[in-house]
């Protein structure tokens, strides 16, 4: 048995572990925590850097739009368990520099906007920022997903500034309206990676949801720019 192995070995847990198996984990602990930690740490300045960059945009669009694109920002670090059963799902040699190289949404940026064009605009707005690199596009939003998933989801890369040192991380950003994230979020609890499967006549219930949910965004937008050009119709009657 390798070191890594004996750290993924689900027998080592709820049993008493051989002395030799202790060892190799305590040898393996000690090689690894701290440079794991520092990776975390790494990600953890990445999401910093691009939730202050929605900030940024947000503040900056309010004062063009006279409201913010923005409801609300969230942000999460993989667990080691979530790294651990990934690595272990694709078959990747558990190494510190293979989790960096395999994995590219440790860092997770959620961002919930207002109305579906707010999406795009800020999408486009990260994107054309020059110390940002796009890695991948799933627009889950034009294309949704079979189950009715809608969502749009950026990889990028951005450099963090340490005390020695520039490095470039990954962060996935994930940017959906509050409909869409009321769907995924309950569609989530119920479903999503849970090892029992819904029953077709419910997972077609939640694609219908899904579908209303699109439909209500839809309206809402309709209604937003309707009252957008009644207000400039009635500026520019005034000002004549
Ligand atoms: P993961 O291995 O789960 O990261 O999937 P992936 O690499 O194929 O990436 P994808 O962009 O499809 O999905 C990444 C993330 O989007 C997930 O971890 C969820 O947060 C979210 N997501 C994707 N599909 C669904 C879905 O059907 N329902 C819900 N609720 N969330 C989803
Ligand atoms: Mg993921």
């Known amino acids: 048995m390798n070191e890594t192995q004996a750290v993924i070995n689900p027998s080592l847990f709820g049993e008493v572990i051989p002395y030799e198996h202790a060892l190799q984990f305590d ?7 701290q440079p794991y930690r520092k990776l975390m740490s790494f990600y953890s300045c990445a999401m910093m850097e691009i939730e202050t960059k929605f900030k940024v945009l947000n503040e900056d669009l309010s004062l063009k739009y006279d409201r913010n694109p923005i409801e609300s920002i969230q942000t999460r670090l993989k667990t080691p368990d979530s790294i651990m ?21 440790i860092a997770g940026v959620r961002v919930i906007c207002s109305f579906q064009s707010d999406v795009y605009m800020l999408a486009k707005a990260l994107l054309s920022q020059d110390d940002i ?3 991948e596009i799933k627009d889950y939003i034009r294309h949704p997903k079979q189950n009715g998933y ?19 991380m990954c ?9 869409m994230n009321l769907w995924a979020n309950t569609e989530h609890k119920i479903r999503y990676k849970k090892d029992y499967t819904v029953t077709p006549q419910d997972a077609m219930v939640l694609f219908e949801c899904a579908k209303e949910c699109a439909s209500i965004d839809k309206k809402l937008e309709e209604i937003y720019h309707h009252i957008q050009e009644t207000e400039r119709i009635h500026e520019y009657d005034d000002s004549g």
């Open 171 to 179: 962060v996935e950003v994930q940017l959906r309206t509050l409909a």
């Open 85 to 105: 059963h990934k690595m272990a799902q694709r078959r990747v040699p558990l190494s510190v520099e293979a989790i960096e190289q395999s994995i590219r949404d």
């Open 150 to 168: 809608r969502s749009l989801h950026l990889i990028i890369s951005v450099p963090i500034f340490l005390h020695n040192e520039k490095k470039s």
């Open 133 to 135: 690199t796009q890695i």
């Open 27 to 33: 040898r393996w602990m000690k090689t690894h925590t």
